[in-house]
């Protein structure tokens, strides 16, 4: 990947994991960045100013500020949450927002972080809602999407071994069902590329992901790398509370043919896209590192 841009390229959501791994790879792309964020003085912000970003504060609740913030760049990274003020209605609103933004400073081309399956009618809560935001978007700015599958870091706080030494990886869905995933840190690569490079893909959508396995199958993985006893064990639904947005999601997982990501397509729009051993060998010499050995 190779950057032309002169301008700087927005990032939304440059303090969170997938925004700063967008930062990251603009920058190892000598792309200028200029990050919008929230509180410009908060730890995050500074990290961020500190690696070379033009930081620039701006809320998806004012629209005023986000016109400003994005006047004069030469594209626009963002993504939406439905956590927060009420949900997915609220994802819908603050995606709005920026899409709206992005008409009134004219950004010429705009790469927007959806989910894989948006656009297929899943009845999944946060997943309408974003492609309710995909839709607008596209009625206003020229856009990509990128509709990343299940980010691999979901899994980070389930690979510490229990107090009998065993890593036990728990979710309300079948073991032997394949699932894919992808690591974060590729979904910044991708949006990177796709902001510097918009005809890196055929069409203006992309399902990204960079494995398939079953969970059963991570597992064994998991156990694989960090030298320990693991297992995957199916919970009930039950386990999520009254949470029947995660409820619904992990009823399409169950059902087997979720997600549709091209991986042979992922691969070539991200060179080294991470496997699940991959991305698993990368955790564990994290955790070394912490831990001083």
Avoid: C
């Amino acid at each position: 990947m190779t950057s032309t841009h002169q301008s700087s390229v927005a990032v939304i959501g440059a303090t969170g994991q997938q925004g700063r791994s967008v930062v990251d790879a603009l920058h190892d792309a000598d792309v200028p960045v200029r990050a919008l964020v929230r509180n410009p003085d908060s730890s995050a912000a500074q990290a961020l100013r500190a690696a070379g970003a033009e930081v620039v504060q701006a809320d998806q609740e004012d629209g005023q500020s986000l016109t400003d913030g994005l006047t004069d760049v030469a594209a626009l990274f963002y993504m939406t949450t439905f956590e927060g003020p009420q949900g997915p209605t609220g994802e819908v609103r603050r995606g709005h927002a920026v899409a709206d933004a992005a008409d009134r400073a004219k950004v010429p081309h705009v790469v927007y972080s959806s989910v894989g399956g948006a656009e297929r009618g899943t009845g999944i809560p946060h997943f309408e809602s974003k492609f309710d935001v995909e839709k607008r978007l596209r009625d206003l700015v020229p856009a990509t999407i990128l509709r990343p599958v299940f980010f691999m870091e979901n899994l980070t706080a389930q690979l510490t071994p229990n107090e009998d030494g065993e890593i036990v990886i728990r979710m309300p869905m079948p073991g032997d069902v394949p699932v894919q995933m992808v690591a974060v840190r590729d979904i910044g690569r991708a949006a990177a590329r796709l902001l510097v490079e918009p005809g890196a893909i055929d069409g203006d959508a992309v399902e990204l992901a960079g494995d398939e396995l079953s969970l059963d199958l991570v597992a064994a993985r998991a156990g694989e790398v960090f030298g320990v006893p693991a297992r995957f064990e199916s919970i009930p639904l039950e386990y999520l509370g009254d949470d029947e947005d995660l409820k619904a999601m992990f009823r399409w997982f169950a059902e087997g043919s979720s997600y549709r990501a091209d991986l042979a397509q992922s691969r070539s729009l991200v060179a080294e896209v991470s496997d699940v051993r991959s991305w698993l060998v990368t955790q564990r010499r994290q955790e070394l590192v912490e831990q001083g050995a």
